[in-house]
């Protein structure tokens, strides 16, 4: 019954931006840490923002401070993840996921299924 779904990715010119959704059904997200993950092709996984529920604490990867966003709207139970200035090394497959710790420290037991973003001249 718990699903994330991730939307809003696409292929973007270096410079450019996108604003990915992470949507949820089965569960609400202001209850959770919710984690933005990437990863490309041949590399692990990495975490790239997160925003907790315990006191709205956001943690971000050195390579995106600055250019990155999260955010809540728990009216519409979705999570965002603004990027700006995108570089080519951002490109991935972007997963959103819930951490019920609430705290950004994981385990994060809710994945959704990704969505592509490829930064490329």
């Known amino acids: 019954q718990v699903q994330l779904v991730e939307s809003g990715g696409g292929l973007v010119q270096p410079g450019g931006s996108l604003r990915l959704s992470c949507g949820a059904s089965?569960?609400?997200?202001?209850?959770?840490?919710i984690g933005w993950f990437r990863q490309a092709p041949g590399k692990e996984r990495e975490g790239v923002q997160c925003?907790?529920?315990?006191?709205?604490?956001?943690y971000s990867a050195g390579s995106v401070k600055g250019r990155f966003t999260i955010s809540r709207d728990n009216a519409k139970n979705t999570v965002y993840l603004e990027m700006n200035y995108l570089k080519t090394e951002d490109t991935g497959v972007y997963y959103c996921?819930?951490?019920?710790?609430?705290?950004?420290?994981?385990?994060?037991?809710?994945w959704g299924q990704g969505t592509q973003v490829t930064v490329s001249s």
């Open positions: 925003i907790s529920n315990s006191d709205g604490t956001i």
């Open positions: 996921a819930a951490d019920p710790g609430g705290r950004c420290s994981g385990p994060y037991d809710f």
């Open positions: 089965g569960l609400t997200l202001d209850n959770y840490a």
